[in-house]
């Protein structure tokens, strides 16, 4: 009876376990193509945002007209959707004017008086927000990192964030070509539309965010009248895909790839398959090499939680070196560096450690913090921090 009941445990425990490695396998073969690729690495039908209306931001804790919804043309013909958020005390400074005005979705918001703050003040700085996967503008822990980034100057720092194509209202379907569009067209409109210049503007990432903003970065940077930004903040950046998928897990627990990681081959193999590569470690050396190059006053900051459970923060110590390696006429090895930041890195204690490299024309900055996730951190202290370094770094007379 014993035998018998042992045999029938193994049985099903053997068919449980081949189904888990049929369904596992067929999730391999589905990642080779370029549908179910896309739909893993951006999951951008995923809204989180199901139950609430974008046109209305009051509904995310904004207040009434501080979030203007519009579209912003894309170089290829799709809209984006967009919010631009005032700075909370210029709000108050024109609060009545702001109130009289329609609320929701304007398809002329250069019509509007928060168009005209931005565009008129030649004080006002504008963040670019370039959000992670998933989503749209108001989903998650985004709302909070737009207050986060405007709380250093609440009267000057205006902020812009949309939703690349295939994300929320923005139509058309995401790829790597695509949403380096998308984020050039933003640019563009920041630059030409609202009239502010490259150094009055701040590149903001997380997440996949910082894979859109070292392309924007390098694209700029690398032009034949080349233009630099007041600076660049990445949370949470990761290596390239191919790098990430071998550790990543959804919502930090479902792994992707790891598993296969362990066979050097078959990863190989598999790799070889990646459409939109995102190849963030070689574009943070062409653009540090490119600001060096020029005699440009940059600074770049790299902001990562040691409990993120979704992107390791290795990913971060890693592109620091890339970043701080392009600074080396004959390189620096990682084990060189890593004995530099023993001798350098601030350590301060429950909150980190922080990392300063020092160029003539710029700062590399990286912080390592204990606590912050993947998306809590972007609300934290920390990011309001990383932006007024940037600012005033480059203006010291900002505030």
Do not use: C
């Not at 888990?20 to 589905?30: I, P, Q, R």
């Not at 984006?80 to 004017?97: F, M, N």
């Not at 909070?144 to 709380?151: E, F, V």
């Amino acid at each position: 009876m014993e035998n018998r009941v042992a045999g029938d445990v193994f049985k099903y425990a053997s068919i449980l376990i081949a189904a888990v490695v049929g369904l596992y396998a067929m999730l391999l073969g589905l990642l080779t193509t370029s549908f179910f690729q896309s739909h893993v690495v951006y999951l951008h039908a995923i809204q989180m945002t199901w139950f609430k209306n974008l046109d209305v931001p009051e509904m995310f804790g904004f207040l009434y007209n501080q979030v203007t919804p519009f579209s912003i043309k894309s170089s290829d013909g799709g809209l984006l959707y967009a919010w631009h958020i005032l700075p909370t005390e210029l709000y108050r400074k024109h609060e009545s004017d702001l109130s009289a005005e329609t609320s929701g979705f304007i398809f002329d918001f250069e019509s509007r008086l928060a168009f005209r703050l931005l565009r008129d003040d030649p004080d006002a700085r504008l963040v670019l927000h370039f959000h992670g996967a998933a989503g749209t503008v108001g989903s998650g822990y985004r709302a909070p990192n737009y207050r986060a980034l405007s709380a250093g100057s609440p009267a000057k720092i205006h902020v812009l964030t949309f939703d690349y194509r295939g994300f929320g209202r923005s139509n058309g379907s995401p790829s790597e070509k695509g949403l380096i569009l998308d984020a050039l067209s933003v640019v563009g409109w920041a630059t030409k539309v609202a009239g502010i210049p490259p150094s009055r503007i701040l590149i903001f990432g997380q997440s996949l965010g910082t894979a859109v903003s070292l392309a924007v970065s390098e694209h700029f940077a690398l032009r034949e009248q080349p233009a630099f930004f007041a600076g660049t903040i990445l949370v949470a950046p990761f290596v390239d895909v191919g790098t990430l998928v071998a550790t990543y897990r959804v919502a930090g627990s479902i792994p992707i790839l790891s598993p296969v990681a362990r066979f050097p081959p078959l990863f190989k193999y598999l790799r070889a398959f990646i459409k939109d590569k995102w190849l963030s470690k070689d574009r943070i050396a062409s653009y540090i090499k490119a600001v060096e190059k020029n005699g440009e006053k940059y600074r770049l900051t790299i902001i990562h939680a040691e409990d993120d459970y979704d992107i390791p923060f290795d990913h971060s110590q890693t592109l620091f070196w890339h970043a701080i390696n392009a600074t080396v006429p004959k390189g620096i090895s990682m084990n060189d560096l890593e004995l530099k930041k023993d001798e350098l890195k601030a350590v301060r204690g429950s909150f980190g450690t922080v990392m300063e490299w020092n160029t003539k024309n710029g700062v590399i900055r990286e912080e390592i913090l204990k606590y912050g996730l993947h998306d809590v951190i972007m609300g934290n202290p920390v990011i309001t921090l990383a932006v007024m370094r940037a600012l005033t770094g480059l203006d010291p007379s900002f505030s």
